[in-house]
């Protein structure tokens, strides 16, 4: 059963901002999630700007926002065939919970400006 659905849209220009502030990309992001990121070069931004979407569209589709989330609760990895998955910890975790959805399904998208991500919760 679907539990919620949420999509949201980043501009890569605001991760890119982001990454000339000292500490601000450690606040928003998973320390192995970013440690990924920054390993793609010149397409840091793109893919932080993904990752950043993913969380947004997370909290829409719990449907009750970010609230009481911290976001590096949220982790986005991508398994071995490059298909993103959601990891969730500690607030993430308890608000996924709360939800009762047991299943997180995304979908990224980016080129040059924006990205787009898509997540859907499930209960099965």
Not at 91 to 104: F, I, N
């Given at each position: 059963m679907i539990i919620g659905i949420g999509v949201d849209v980043v501009h890569v220009r605001r991760l890119e901002r982001w990454q000339t502030i000292p500490g601000l990309l450690?606040?928003?992001f998973h320390a192995d999630e970013l440690a990924s990121a920054l390993?793609?070069?010149g397409g840091t931004a793109l893919s932080l700007a993904a990752r950043f979407?993913?969380?947004e569209a997370f909290g829409k589709a719990l449907g009750t926002g970010l609230a009481g989330i911290v976001l590096k609760?949220?982790?986005v990895v991508n398994?071995?065939?490059g298909r993103p998955t959601v990891q969730v910890f500690n607030?993430?975790?308890?608000?996924?919970?709360?939800?009762?959805?047991?299943?997180?399904h995304?979908?990224?998208t980016?080129?040059?400006?924006?990205?787009i991500a898509m997540v859907v919760l499930e209960a099965r």
């Open positions: 450690e606040r928003y390993s793609r070069g979407a993913a969380k609760d949220i982790m398994q071995h065939n607030t993430a975790r308890d608000a996924l919970h709360r939800s009762g959805a047991d299943r997180v995304i979908s990224l980016h080129e040059r400006d924006n990205a």
